[in-house]
């Protein structure tokens, strides 16, 4: 089911989220039915108060058979934190589904280990770099209520093409 993303300046893209304590068929339900809703607005990440939900879940996804380099598999993670983070920094160019036809360069670090639990109740921990420890990274703020354009100035923000999905 394609659910309705929730953008700016809705409060709850603001909120810190509840850790999950009980991984439910309606937790699996709805990582699935996010995971629909970002493939829908062709996004590669999406986290839990996107669709008005505040609880500590993303789901991150990037096939693209012409960036195979940049592309990983589809990712339920729930209470996910970064346990380390390089202190190489880089600079990649970040959009988000709830702040539609805006972009920006954002640095963070390179490189960063995440821990988890998956949709099995079974403990993961994910060390990578490139476009999933962006896409990480990104969504797991989104947990903590922030946005990637806390991170620039403003007048830095670009235009992005828009693509139709449904929103709130
Ligand atoms: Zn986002």
Known sequence: MILPIYCEPNPVLHQETEPITEITDEIRELAANMRETMRK????????????????????????PEDPEASFPYLALINPRVTWKSKRMVNIVEGCLSIPGKEGSVQRPDRVRVKAKNLDGDTVEIDTDGMLARVLQHEIDHLHGILF????????????KIVDYPRL
Request: a neutral charge.
């Open 149 to 160: 354009t806390e991170y620039i100035p403003k007048k830095q923000l670009k235009e992005r």
């Open 41 to 64: 607005a062709q996004g590669i990440g999406l986290a839990a108060p996107q669709i008005g939900k505040l609880i500590s879940l993303l789901v991150v996804e990037m096939d693209d």
